[in-house]
């Protein structure tokens, strides 16, 4: 009987997008049922699929060749005692096949002697008995003695329920995988996933959740006590566990930016880089045990004990809750800009407050996402960009970022590189520097893309950039056809 899988695990199982075999079911090229594919249209589809098409046949090998490098392992393999668990596993559901296995045996023989017996006894019914015997013995003989490939989706599989285990949540439905070390808590954020949480060192207890079906083992110290019912209730802490097998979990998850706290938090200079004439990265890493917890398109306060303090888009995904990246501009955001471009110091310390907007990204996005940039609007379209890729969620991604100044793209190669690498994103820089107006400006740049991108007006667009370049353009938008409720406008 072919194997069910569901959307996310078959794309593993293929090493392509979630959202490209979403795109294969809209246009009729394959069938779902309930979230799930089978197998045997999986392998119809790709009927070439080999173990060394698969990304985690390649990290497999990785591996293997850097059998002594433990850095590597460290890194991919989870930790023993959660391989060993998931090998048991395994070792459980693998020995009840094999016992089916052995009594169904049994019962054909068995069968197979009845169909003697009667035969010998009754002559009436020999011929029939005969030709049943016949046949029976026949496609014994073709189970048996067949040399069997083994089923090459089934095989990888196998491995990846080793190697990673797979989380729903519920009432959600979202899904996401637990690979190498990490806690189910690391592994949801990576996935762009916005639970609840606070301190992830298993001091609060905000992310607590309750396990309705699976197994999860603990991987980290914590000190925040669970009551007696929550125990018996199943309830975990998410930035302490790990999966050991598929799990289900219920779980309280972000759904507007309201439900974000605002937190203050003492974070250190990381790196200082100039990016462009005008563009500076600043770097900051905030504390272990005191993570910034936010939404993709949300800014922060930054202040500094000498140079005041501004409001700031963070240029960087949820996914990473320490490293939090700005794109400070001469000139923009006044006293701490100025001391960002004339002396900040690796090692200073800055606070982060907030975060602050309450732009969400539509998830249901799945026809496709337009981000359009206009110059330092860049910041928050990247992080929206980053989130939107870790969520595997839209069919397509379009960046047009519009430049106003020569080097106005200052981060251009690291958006050519990503067009390399996804299938599914595409980048259009666009050049509006000399233009007299941001009018012009506007019109320049939506013409552009709707010759690129013909179909732009059924896609999610979501404009970042300051205040004089969003508003014509929005307006502009309009006037082309595109729908309003489709429009996300976000100044900087
Ligand atoms: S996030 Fe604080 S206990 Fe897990």
Redo the contacts with the bound molecule.
């Keep these: 009987m072919p194997q069910q899988l569901a959307i996310s695990r078959a794309a593993r199982l293929l090493g392509v997008s979630r959202a490209a075999l979403q795109k294969r079911i809209k246009e009729g090229g394959l069938h779902s049922f309930d979230g799930t594919i089978t197998s045997e249209e999986l392998l119809q589809l790709y009927p070439d699929l080999q173990l060394e098409d698969s990304g985690l046949f390649e990290r497999t090998q990785k591996i293997k060749q850097d059998a002594f490098r433990r850095r590597v392992m460290d890194r991919t393999l989870p930790a023993k005692e959660v391989l060993a668990e998931r090998l048991y596993e395994q070792s459980l559901e693998l020995n009840d096949i094999k016992h089916h296995l052995q009594n169904y045996h049994t019962l054909v023989v068995g069968l197979q002697d009845k169909i003697h017996e009667l035969g010998g006894s009754q002559p009436e019914a020999r011929s029939a008995l005969v030709q049943l015997d016949e046949w029976l013995e026949h496609e014994l003989r073709h189970v048996l003695g067949e040399d069997k490939k083994p089923d090459t989706l089934d095989v990888i599989d196998a491995m990846l329920r080793v190697m990673s285990a797979h989380v729903t949540l519920h009432p959600s439905g979202r899904d996401f995988f637990v690979e190498g070390n990490d806690t189910l ?1 690391e592994a949801a954020l990576k996935a762009g996933l916005a639970l609840n ?11 607590k959740a309750r396990v309705i079906s699976g197994q999860v083992m603990k991987t980290r110290h ?1 000190d ?1 006590v669970l009551s007696e019912p929550e125990k018996q209730q199943g309830y975990t ?4 566990h790990t999966a050991v097998s598929d799990v289900t979990l219920e779980a309280l998850e972000a759904s507007s930016a309201s439900d974000i706290p605002k937190q203050q938090i003492s974070a250190k200079v990381k790196a200082v880089t100039q990016l462009s004439q005008n563009m500076m990265l600043l770097h900051l890493q905030t504390p272990r045990s005191h993570r910034l917890r936010f939404l993709a398109g949300q800014s922060v306060t930054l202040g500094h004990v000498e140079a005041g303090s501004g409001e700031f888009p963070i240029a960087s995904c949820p996914c990473n809750d320490r490293d939090l990246q700005f794109h400070i501009q001469r000139g923009v955001g006044g006293s701490f800009s100025e001391k960002v471009w004339n002396g900040l110091k690796t090692g200073e310390t800055i606070t982060v407050y907030g975060p602050w907007g309450d732009y969400l990204f539509r998830e249901e996005s799945q026809n496709g996402v337009m981000f359009i940039a206009f110059d330092r609007g860049y910041a928050t379209i990247k992080s929206l960009l980053e989130h939107s890729m870790a969520r595997e969620s839209a069919e397509d991604m379009i960046l047009v970022w519009s430049a106003s100044t020569p080097d106005g793209h200052y981060m251009s190669n690291l958006c050519r590189a990503m067009e390399d690498a996804l299938e599914n994103f595409h980048y259009l820089p666009v050049s509006v520097a000399g233009l007299e107006s941001e009018d012009a400006a506007a019109s320049q740049v939506i013409d552009a893309l709707l010759e690129a991108y013909p179909k732009a007006r059924q896609l999610d667009i979501y404009l970042a950039g300051p205040e004089n370049q969003i508003a014509p353009a929005r307006e502009k938008l309009l006037a082309a056809g595109f729908p309003n409720n489709k429009l996300t406008a976000m100044v900087v």
């Design positions: 808590l949480y606070g301190c992830s060192s298993g001091n609060c207890g905000l992310c914590f925040y802490l998410m930035c302490c």
